[in-house]
Nanobody, 116 residues
Framework: QVQLVESGGGLVQPGGSLRLSCAAS?????????MGWYRQAPGKQREALAT???????NYADSVKGRFTISRDNAKNTVYLQMTSLKPEDTAVYYC?????????WGQGTQVTVSS
């Protein structure tokens, strides 16, 4: 059974940085089709932020391009989201996703709050 556990969220001031981690178990991230980060703010739909494929190709939403970076460590079976220049509108619950064939797995989410 695939499990994804996010960590690294918290309270940060505008302009600050955070690094989120998504530790996978039950399956190697290298065997997945893609890993991704999403977020959902209160009252809003879940939004795709960044994806990384098995081949290492990355894709970003316009809202985070140039500020967020997705990466992975196959040895640690972990995917990261480095977030810089954070804004109050980045406040949301951030989720990790694994695409494995036709199956999609989600983590439980980690809260990120950007506020002074």
């Amino acid at each position: 059974q695939v499990q994804l556990v996010e960590s690294g969220g918290g309270l940060v001031q505008p302009g600050g940085s955070l690094r989120l981690s998504c530790a996978a178990s039950g399956r190697s991230i290298f065997s997945s089709n893609a890993m991704g980060w999403y977020r959902q703010a209160p009252g809003k739909q879940r939004e795709a932020l960044a994806t990384i494929t098995t081949g290492g190709s990355t894709n970003y939403a316009d809202s985070v391009k140039g500020r967020f970076t997705i990466s992975r460590d196959n040895a640690k079976n972990t995917v990261y989201l480095q977030m810089t220049s954070l804004k109050p509108e980045d406040t949301a619950v951030y989720y990790c996703q694994m695409v494995l064939g036709t199956r999609i797995y989600w983590g439980q989410g980690t809260q990120v709050t950007v506020s002074s």
